[in-house]
T-cell receptor
Framework: DTAVSQTPKYLVTQMGNDKSIKCEQN?????MYWYKQDSKKFLKIMFS???????INETVPNRFSPKSPDKAHLNLHINSLELGDSAVYFC???????????FGSGTRLTVV | AQSVSQHNHHVILSEAASLELGCNYS??????LFWYVQYPGQHLQLLLK??????LVKGIKGFEAEFIKSKFSFNLRKPSVQWSDTAEYFC??????????FGGGTRLMVKP
């Protein structure tokens, strides 16, 4: 079983569309995250979320919104997609501060 | 805010050469330190981590790292690299807020 799974793996869409990326973890972790990796491989935290608190990186446009139906899922919804949103998006999870993060395999988003 | 610096952006080595990748961070409090590896087209995988105790940490695949608190450093080393070590390497620091901040990454290319 994959510990942190993301779908889809690849997503190609037109500017202006709205899209979602799903993330599920079966590790029982209490915190989930979304990271964006740009074309230069730089990784930036977008959101951190547990069942009590959402922490948003203030540089993330409000077109991006995390949605968590339950503790094991943290989906990323993006409105009005722009060319600059093209990147690889990684979901991750952790158990408080006990261990490291476990990453999903990434979703390569291409906006055309 | 936390910052993490990896001074070597690109490193090219021949097989069997020794490797050392630098990592420095800015946070002055208690931190957890990590090195992740990203093979081409793949997700991030944990190489090693430091939480406390012996500042010399052993990881997978023959990698090790040394935490030097006075220098705010956590350099990654491997005595003899292999072609299969070609990848992107990321240093990361987690502060008291449980947010993982990544360095800009170092691209390692090992020539056979």
């Amino acid at each position: 079983d994959t510990a942190v799974s993301q779908t889809p793996k690849y997503l190609v869409t037109q500017m202006g569309n709205d899209k979602s990326i799903k993330c599920e973890q079966n590790l029982g972790h209490d915190t989930m995250y979304w990271y964006k990796q740009d074309s230069k491989k730089f990784l930036k935290i977008m959101f951190s979320y547990n069942n009590k608190e959402l922490i948003i990186n203030e540089t993330v446009p409000n077109r991006f919104s995390p949605k968590s139906p339950d503790k094991a899922h943290l989906n990323l919804h993006i409105n009005s997609l722009e060319l600059g949103d093209s990147a690889v998006y990684f979901c991750a999870s952790s158990q408080a501060k006990l261990y490291g993060y476990t990453f999903g395999s990434g979703t390569r988003l291409t906006v055309v | 805010a936390q910052s993490v610096s990896q001074h070597n952006h690109h490193v090219i080595l021949s097989e069997a050469a020794s490797l050392e990748l630098g990592c420095n961070y800015s946070y002055g409090g208690t931190v957890n330190l990590f090195w992740y590896v990203q093979y081409p087209g793949q997700h991030l995988q944990l190489l090693l981590k430091y939480f406390s105790g012996d500042p010399l940490v052993k990881g997978i695949k023959g990698f090790e790292a040394e935490f030097i608190k006075s220098k705010f450093s956590f350099n990654l080393r491997k005595p003899s690299v292999q072609w299969s070590d070609t990848a992107e390497y990321f240093c990361a620091v987690r502060d008291a807020g449980n947010m993982l901040t990544f360095g800009g990454g170092t691209r390692l290319m090992v020539k056979p």
